[in-house]
């Protein structure tokens, strides 16, 4: 107890700044750095209200403090700077816009209610400290920390917290009074979760070629009536059409021998230093060098040198060896520690597929496989054989399959290259895929065990300066000449296709919700200024070609494009409709569905088990079959055909098991508790939803011109 009381004020701030960053994560906390805007310190306007630059970067620090305990990190990457930018503008208009609801409902806290709150039931985040290890709460302790005049600022923030967390309270009080789950709604959810039913299945699939021939079918008129009657699928929010040129921030050769060369200097350090490193010394001298965390040495089997340059120096390594190898936008820098057996063999292998398609090529593909060797024999490459003849996706490496493992291999091709002597070519070899003709090219048994340090290749400060002032210039020069012209002149290519940005759609363009924001505020014709997007690594100027209000989307080329596939995909299904009926006229009572094989060997039944509204792995999303079997058939009963999505269905209910009621009634409690939170959680989310789609919200972050 001693020692505790000893380290109470410590604990006590430290819990009391967790509990006032929770409060802002379950209040709404889901870019560039800050920037004031337009009006001085505002940032923004919510209704009318302003944001201040300070009230944004309070919370943003709040965020990002809690962020870098939680990744256990000394700094964030400059696209993590940008996306914690965002979760901070997202709570700092959901701070805002339940502010202004508290006051429009007059919701109060008395000062008792704090009080009683903060001495007698505190929240559990700050509770925890004062629990010891047999799980009594010792609330003496609790007060005096509360009392002690170190603590005032402290108790001060907390109490401001738990204000504000006790309105939200009531808000949400408020809110939820008005909620009820009935008992159907419980039984919905019991019944989707613990009924089966199991199916036998046939399938009666247009032809895969049929498809085409139906979309030239397709007439105007058709495709009119279509949008004329589906108008409700055609909803759009308001949104923007753009064109736009990228300035891509890439490394250049200098950047990448910037760091080739820090490479050199490690390699050389760590060559100085014994095999016996510690790993805190390895931990500083990857601190010194590498943007990446830490990480203990690993193994490194043959298979996995594939993603290195320089395989081979990585395999005939010996201990005690420093190598440098480029990976994946990385210089990385290994140490062989040690060697050890791998369990298993690895072997490299080059393959040549000829593969037979059809049970009847199999003689052809046999004659093929025996004049490939035979021009291989003949004094041709293997590599070069394999590019023009293989059907294994390794014909464009020459038939290179790297190191692979065991059972990675087609069984029959894995038995002959266990035997086959290294460098000679061995075939044809049978599999069920086709004929193969095999060269091994090595065997090992071993894994090296590898420190390695990586050193990210990133461009540069002054070639990412170099990057946003390409785009400074096009951005001028499209002003003064237009953009097409302006692009034309810079050899810049023009991106037109992409699709429209929708203003409440999920999907921020360049994953950057301030340039959507921006895009909004412009109209037909306006040129963006340049814009850099730190998460993509690029700048971006745009030009707005069309801003279309919400509502429904007219009938444009590109969305007759779209319904002519759909009414061409609903003819090709009912084409085969006259098919499943003839096949189900087959049937009587009593008849499983396999007497359908046996007139066609292309309508075998399969058998499915499924709940309701379940997609399975057989039928994926096709619940027109799934709602018969549970609602409209009896055990033994075969269907009608069945239109569904892409195909028509003729099904016979096998079993049938329906929810226990007296397992219900168990249940009942649990399923109370758990769908009231659902209800609740979706009622909040869709109300603050709402609320942030009716505000007007104005955003100044980016500085423009």
């Known amino acids: 107890m001693n020692k505790m009381r000893e380290r109470m004020t410590v604990i006590f701030a430290g819990l009391a700044g967790a509990f006032l960053l929770m409060i802002i994560f379950e209040w709404g906390a889901q870019g560039d750095f800050f920037k004031s805007g337009p009006r001085g310190d505002e940032i923004g306007e919510v209704n009318g209200e302003r944001i201040s630059n300070k009230e944004y970067q309070d919370l943003y620090g709040k965020i990002r403090q809690s962020e870098l305990a939680k990744s256990k990190k000394q700094s964030l990457g400059e696209a993590e700077e940008a ?7 997202d709570e700092a208009i959901t701070q805002k816009l339940i ?3 508290l ?6 806290v008395t000062d008792q209610e704090v009080r009683e709150r903060l001495f007698y039931n505190p929240p559990e985040d700050i509770k925890r400290g004062f629990i010891d290890s047999v799980g009594r709460f010792h609330q003496p302790e609790y007060w005096a920390e509360l009392r002690n005049p170190k603590n005032d600022s402290i108790v001060i923030g907390l109490t401001q917290g738990i204000r504000e967390q006790m309105k939200r309270e009531k808000l949400q009080g408020m809110l939820f009074s008005t909620i009820r789950l009935t008992n159907g709604e419980m039984w919905d959810r019991f019944e989707a979760q613990s009924s089966k039913a199991t199916v036998q299945v046939v399938k009666v699939a247009p032809a895969p070629t049929a498809y085409r021939d139906f979309v030239t079918k397709v ?3 058709e495709i009119k009536k279509y949008y004329e009657d589906h108008k409700w699928q055609f909803k759009r929010e308001e949104g923007r059409k753009l064109k736009f040129v990228v300035f891509r921030e890439l490394p250049t050769s200098r950047d ?12 050389k350090r760590w060559k100085e230093l014994p095999s016996t490193t510690s790993d805190s010394v390895l931990a500083e001298l990857a601190h010194d060098y590498s943007d990446a965390p830490f990480q203990k040495a690993q193994p490194l089997s043959p298979a996995m040198l594939a993603g290195f340059s320089n395989p081979d120096s990585l395999f005939n390594a ?3 060896d420093v190598i440098v190898s480029a990976s994946n936008g990385q210089i990385k820098v290994l140490k062989v520690l040690a060697e050890v057996d791998s369990g298993g063999e690895f072997t490299h292998l080059q393959n040549i597929l000829i593969g037979f398609g059809r049970p009847e090529n199999r003689d052809s593909a046999k004659g093929l496989a025996q004049t490939v060797l035979n021009g291989i024999t003949a004094g041709g490459t293997f590599e070069d054989a394999a590019r023009k003849y293989s059907a294994d996706p390794s014909s464009r490496y020459g038939g290179d399959m790297k190191w692979m493992g065991q059972k990675m291999y087609v069984p029959q091709v894995e038995a002959a290259a266990a035997s086959a002597p290294l460098n000679t070519v061995v075939g044809p070899i049978e599999s069920t895929i086709g004929y193969h003709l095999i060269k091994v090219l090595g065997r090992a048994k071993r894994k090296l065990i590898v420190q390695v340090i990586p050193m990210e290749i990133r461009p540069s400060s002054q070639t990412i300066k170099m990057s946003t002032q390409q785009a400074n210039i096009f951005h001028e020069q499209a002003l003064k000449k237009g953009f097409d012209v302006a692009a034309k002149d810079m050899g810049l290519k023009v991106i037109a296709d992409g699709p429209a940005v929708q203003k409440k759609s999920q999907q921020t363009m360049f994953n950057n919700p301030q340039w959507v924001n921006y895009l909004f505020e412009l109209n037909t014709g306006d040129i963006t200024t340049a814009v850099r997007m730190a998460n993509s690594k690029l700048s971006v100027v745009a030009q707005v070609t069309e801003a279309y209000p919400k509502g429904v989307r007219p009938l444009d080329e590109d969305l007759k494009k779209m319904i002519k596939n759909q009414v061409a995909r609903q003819k090709m299904v009912e084409s085969v409709a006259p098919k499943a009926k003839e096949l189900r006229a087959m049937l009587g009572a009593g008849d499983g569905l396999e007497k359908l094989s046996s007139v066609d060997s292309n309508f075998r039944p399969f058998t499915v088990t499924m709940t309701p509204g379940e997609a399975t792995a057989q039928l994926g999303s096709e619940y027109a079959v799934n709602t018969v079997a549970f609602y409209k058939m009896k055990v033994g009963e075969i ?3 069945i239109k569904g999505e892409n195909s028509y269905f003729i099904v016979k209910l096998l079993d049938l098991k329906p929810a226990d009621k007296t397992a219900y009634d168990q249940q009942k409690p649990q399923l109370y508790q758990q769908l009231s939170q659902e209800k609740m959680q979706r009622f909040f989310q869709q109300w603050l939803s709402d609320l942030k789609d009716q505000a007007k919200v104005k955003d100044y972050r980016l500085a423009r011109n």
């Open 99 to 101: 502010d202004q609801k």
């Open 83 to 89: 996306s914690l930018n965002e979760k901070a503008w």
């Open 318 to 320: 010996k201990v005690g």
């Open 103 to 108: 006051k429009e409902y007059g919701v109060t």
């Open 639 to 641: 269907s009608q055909p």
């Open 219 to 221: 007439n105007d008129d």
């Open 256 to 267: 990448s021998l910037t760091v080739v060369e820090r490479a050199q200097t490690l390699v």
